[in-house]
């Protein structure tokens, strides 16, 4: 029996974590799967119960499992400027670092019904289809981090840090990548004026010289945001430290039309892997059925292939969600009213119209 952790989280994560499960069960009873899962809290709502972000028992039934499925966390209630509060973020960082998940897939797809919604011109964004790794377990957000006050002056500092091997595992895993995609990797940092930017550079570069057969073009990454929204076409795999991966990653998805429909995947080498929409827990929208689901449907999809190797089941997610969009159901972050032929849905409305959709 294969073991799945689900973390709903906060703001709207149970709500889009509630229409994904209808759709897994579904899926796990016509296909007669052995898979069982297991609901755990995570984020603002296990620091309401128990004081602290991600508590030793979830870590643990996590490491148990053999995928992770998450919905999102945070909201305005547990923000804090105070370091020494608990923050429902650091629970993710927790998560990806104990796990040693090290690569984050963010694939960026426009699907073809959808051009219309993004703001970015039909003919630049057509058929776009981007694979952003983004790296996980260094940068900005592990290094030693501080405040310092000294003489009535406040200083903060964050260090941006990167270690060889973390790098190295990061470029192996997007080479491979490519050789099934179109053969090309870009590789983005700012090795004109950060260290570990330029450690980036030299060790992709050395990586490569292992995968003579796909090109690597290295970009600094305040020209790879410009370039993503001037011309997205010449990028295929792309690959990126953490905090440039977090930012740019949030940018190339206004390419697909909303954030609600960007899945991602969190591996390492084993394919344990935890799986969850990019977008945050929103909390403007929360409780009000206007969460778009898709992007977690997605990520479940993401899970179906890389972690219990079904590659089938996940191809006919990715159909059913198509097939809806076909339809014209639209969600209110991608709903365009001056576009004729969509009806606007809710999020379970437009969860059931995916099983609707679903042929086994
Ligand atoms: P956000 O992604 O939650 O929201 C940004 C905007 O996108 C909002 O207008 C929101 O309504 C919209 N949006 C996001 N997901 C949507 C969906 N599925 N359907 C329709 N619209 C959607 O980012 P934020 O507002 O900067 O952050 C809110 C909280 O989430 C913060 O506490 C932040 O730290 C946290 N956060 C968590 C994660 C995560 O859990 N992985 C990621 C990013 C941010």
């Not at 952790?5 to 799967?33: A, F, Q, R």
């Not at 190295?168 to 700012?190: H, L, P, Y």
Request: glycine fraction near 8%; include cysteine.
């Amino acid at each position: 029996m294969d073991k799945l952790m689900v973390l709903p989280g906060d703001g709207i994560g149970p709500e889009i974590m509630d229409v994904t499960v209808d759709i897994l069960d579904y899926i796990i009873s016509k296909k007669n799967l052995k898979v069982e899962y297991e609901f755990g809290i995570l984020g603002g709502c296990s620091i309401d119960k128990y004081g602290i972000p991600l508590t030793d028992s979830v870590l643990e039934a996590c490491r148990q499992s053999k995928a992770i499925l998450l919905g999102a966390v945070g909201g305005p209630k547990w923000a804090s400027t105070d370091p020494a509060k608990p923050r429902p973020e650091d629970a993710l960082l927790k998560l990806r670092k104990e796990l040693g998940l090290y690569a984050n897939l963010r694939p960026i797809k426009v699907y073809d019904p959808l051009v219309s919604v993004s703001t970015i011109k039909e003919h630049v964004i057509k058929g776009i289809d981007i694979l952003f790794l983004r790296e996980l377990t260094g940068d900005v957000y592990f290094g030693k981090k501080e405040r310092i006050v000294k003489d009535g002056v406040v200083t903060a500092y964050d260090t941006m840090i990167y270690r060889d091997f973390e790098i190295e595992r990061a470029a192996r895993m997007a080479f491979e990548i490519a050789g099934s995609r179109s053969k090309k990797v870009t590789s983005v940092e700012k090795s004109n004026v950060v260290e570990s930017s330029r450690l980036w550079r030299e060790i992709t570069i050395k990586v490569h010289k292992d995968y003579p057969d796909i090109e690597l073009i290295h970009m600094y990454v305040d020209n790879a945001a410009m370039q993503l929204v001037r011309n997205p076409r010449q990028f295929d795999v792309i690959v990126i430290s953490n905090m440039f991966g977090d930012i740019l990653s949030d940018e190339a998805a206004m390419i697909a039309g909303s954030i609600g429909l960007i899945p991602s995947a969190s591996l390492r080498d084993d394919f344990f892997g935890l799986y969850e929409p990019i977008h945050g827990s929103a909390p403007d929208i929360a409780g009000q059925g206007k969460a778009n689901p898709l992007g977690t449907i997605l990520s479940m999809a993401m899970m179906f292939k890389y972690s219990f190797r079904q590659e089938e089941i996940a191809a006919m997610i990715e159909k059913a969600v198509n097939a809806v969009l076909e339809k014209g159901l639209r969600t209110s972050d991608i709903y365009d009213p001056a576009a004729g032929g969509s009806s606007l849905v809710n999020t379970k409305e437009m969860g059931a119209a995916v099983i609707a959709e679903i042929r086994i």
